[in-house]
């Protein structure tokens, strides 16, 4: 399981602002927005990261094609594990990194267009950036943002830069 991608103290800081727009409020008030923007903008696929807002879009039959958690909310409360799924995959991913495997696990989940569920053994919030980049243009990508509600990422080429100057801007041990 090698690391490729290590934060920064600098890019932790960086990543705390949202990367994309967010949708303040309850859960029942992000998934009544969430709706209505699936259902003006029709993206080609959803994939949410993060147990509470995947659990939460699951309960609003809002069902993303993937879904990446670690089955623990704000790192100390176990979440239950439910969710109709076509296929799970399990990866390694230490806190504040990303590693080969689960970089792989997301490509083949995205490629393959099956309804998957990656549980992270570690930590899964970085793993939006490698969605938004692998993701087809105009997929939503949503994640939590903890006490405020949800960030819902569009992707776009300008997006995808973006993440991809984010990992630039990692510890890496790509050679």
Same mark, same amino acid.
């Given at each position: 399981?090698?690391?490729i991608?290590?934060?920064?103290?600098?890019?932790r800081?960086? %990543?705390?602002?949202?990367?994309?727009?967010?949708?303040?409020?309850?859960?029942?008030? =992000?998934?009544?927005?969430? #709706?209505?923007m699936v259902?003006?903008?029709?993206?080609?696929?959803i994939?949410?990261?993060?147990?509470?807002?995947?659990?939460? %879009?699951h @309960?609003?039959?809002? +069902?993303? &094609? %993937? =879904?990446?958690?670690?089955?623990?909310?704000? #790192?100390? &409360?176990?979440m239950?594990?439910?969710? /109709? *799924?076509?296929?799970?995959?399990?990866?390694?991913?230490?806190?504040?990194?990303?590693?080969?495997e689960t970089?792989?696990?997301? @490509? #083949?989940?995205?490629?393959?267009?099956? +309804?998957? +569920?990656? *549980?992270?053994n570690?930590?899964e919030?970085l793993?939006?950036?490698?969605?938004? %980049?692998? /993701? $087809?243009?105009? =997929?939503?990508v *949503?994640?939590? &943002?903890? +006490?405020?509600?949800? *960030?819902v990422v569009?992707? =776009? $080429?300008?997006r995808?830069?973006?993440?991809?100057?984010?990992?630039? /801007?990692?510890?890496?041990?790509?050679?």
């Amino acid at each position: 399981m090698p690391v490729i991608y290590t934060l920064t103290p600098k890019l932790r800081i960086k %990543l705390k602002d949202p990367f994309g727009s967010l949708i303040q409020g309850t859960p029942e008030e =992000t998934m009544d927005k969430m #709706r209505e923007m699936v259902e003006k903008e029709k993206p080609p696929s959803i994939i949410s990261v993060g147990d509470v807002v995947s659990q939460n %879009l699951h @309960k609003h039959n809002i +069902h993303p &094609q %993937l =879904t990446i958690i670690d089955n623990i909310s704000l #790192r100390d &409360q176990p979440m239950p594990k439910e969710a /109709a *799924v076509e296929k799970t995959i399990y990866v390694d991913n230490p806190q504040g990194t990303i590693t080969q495997e689960t970089i792989v696990a997301i @490509k #083949r989940a995205l490629d393959e267009n099956e +309804h998957t +569920h990656i *549980v992270v053994n570690g930590e899964e919030d970085l793993l939006t950036l490698i969605a938004v %980049l692998f /993701a $087809p243009e105009n =997929t939503f990508v *949503v994640y939590g &943002q903890p +006490h405020l509600g949800i *960030v819902v990422v569009k992707v =776009t $080429p300008e997006r995808k830069s973006q993440a991809q100057d984010f990992l630039n /801007a990692m510890k890496s041990s790509k050679s």
